[in-house]
């Protein structure tokens, strides 16, 4: 069974600092792919950075990366030089080939990061 | 500019009542989701289709529902509100390509 497991529920971080936000997934699939998600305090969901599973480079956006070790099935989101507005929950996510044929997306649990001025 | 709405954005309204959420999507996308996520936690996905005409329910037991009756809309409806339907519902699209689900906006509701 596919799973997604963010062991952090909450973390504090000094603004300016490098912030690294925990996602271990769990398939028995070769073809998948990987996602982060940013949700502020008004709610909305905003995509942040993707990883395919056959995808050699670590994907990169601005100041997110994504460290992906795929032996360790981790997924692991990097802020780099952290601010204020990154505070949020932050979700993991994993999209997979369903036993319907369709790509289904099963998430995380979350993790609450708070930037401390 | 392809996007994926949502309305209302607030609801509050009284127990028994029957309410519609509307979702729209202009990116052509056949498949289409609603989330019911409570502040701070997770999401958890209740309804979902891949077409018009096609609906699904998901993980999470909804006494919700949902039609399909064309592409780019996709409301929720309850039937007889309760208290204990007081969520945020998200609404959201993907592609075909990736799979990467696009959020609208959301709608806070509040039965009281």
């Known amino acids: 069974a596919q799973k997604i497991t963010q062991t952090q529920p909450g973390m504090f971080v000094q603004e300016k600092e490098a912030v690294t936000l925990d996602c271990t997934y769990d398939?028995?699939?070769?073809?998948?792919?990987l996602f982060w998600y940013k949700q502020p305090s008004s709610g909305e969901m905003i995509f942040l950075i993707y990883?395919?599973?056959?995808d050699e480079q670590n994907a990169t956006e601005g100041r997110y990366s994504l460290n992906f070790q795929k032996a360790r099935k981790s997924a692991n989101l990097v802020i780099s030089a952290s601010q204020l507005g990154d505070s949020a929950m932050y979700f993991c996510?994993?999209?997979?080939?369903?036993?319907?044929?369709?790509?289904?997306?099963?998430w995380g649990a979350g993790t609450k990061l708070i930037i401390k001025p | 500019e392809a996007d994926i709405y949502q309305t209302p954005r607030y609801l509050v309204i009284g127990t028994g009542k029957k309410i519609t959420l509307e979702c729209s999507q202009t990116?052509?996308?056949?498949?289409m989701y609603w989330y019911q996520q409570d502040p701070g936690m997770e999401l958890h996905l209740i309804h979902y289709?891949?077409?018009?005409?096609?609906?699904e329910k998901g993980d999470l037991s909804s006494e919700s529902t949902v039609s399909r009756i064309r592409t780019e809309h996709f409301p929720l409806t309850l039937e007889s509100a309760r208290p204990s339907h007081t969520s945020q519902y998200l609404c959201?699209?993907?592609?075909?390509?990736?799979?990467?689900?696009?959020f609208g906006p959301g709608t806070r509701l509040t039965v009281l």
């Open positions: 959201a699209s993907s592609d075909d390509r990736r799979n990467e689900q696009f």
């Open positions: 990116m052509g996308h056949d498949k």
């Open positions: 289709s891949y077409g018009v005409n096609s609906t």
């Open positions: 398939t028995s699939d070769q073809s998948y792919g």
């Open positions: 990883q395919g599973s056959y």
């Open positions: 996510a994993m999209s997979y080939l369903g036993g319907d044929s369709n790509y289904q997306l099963i």
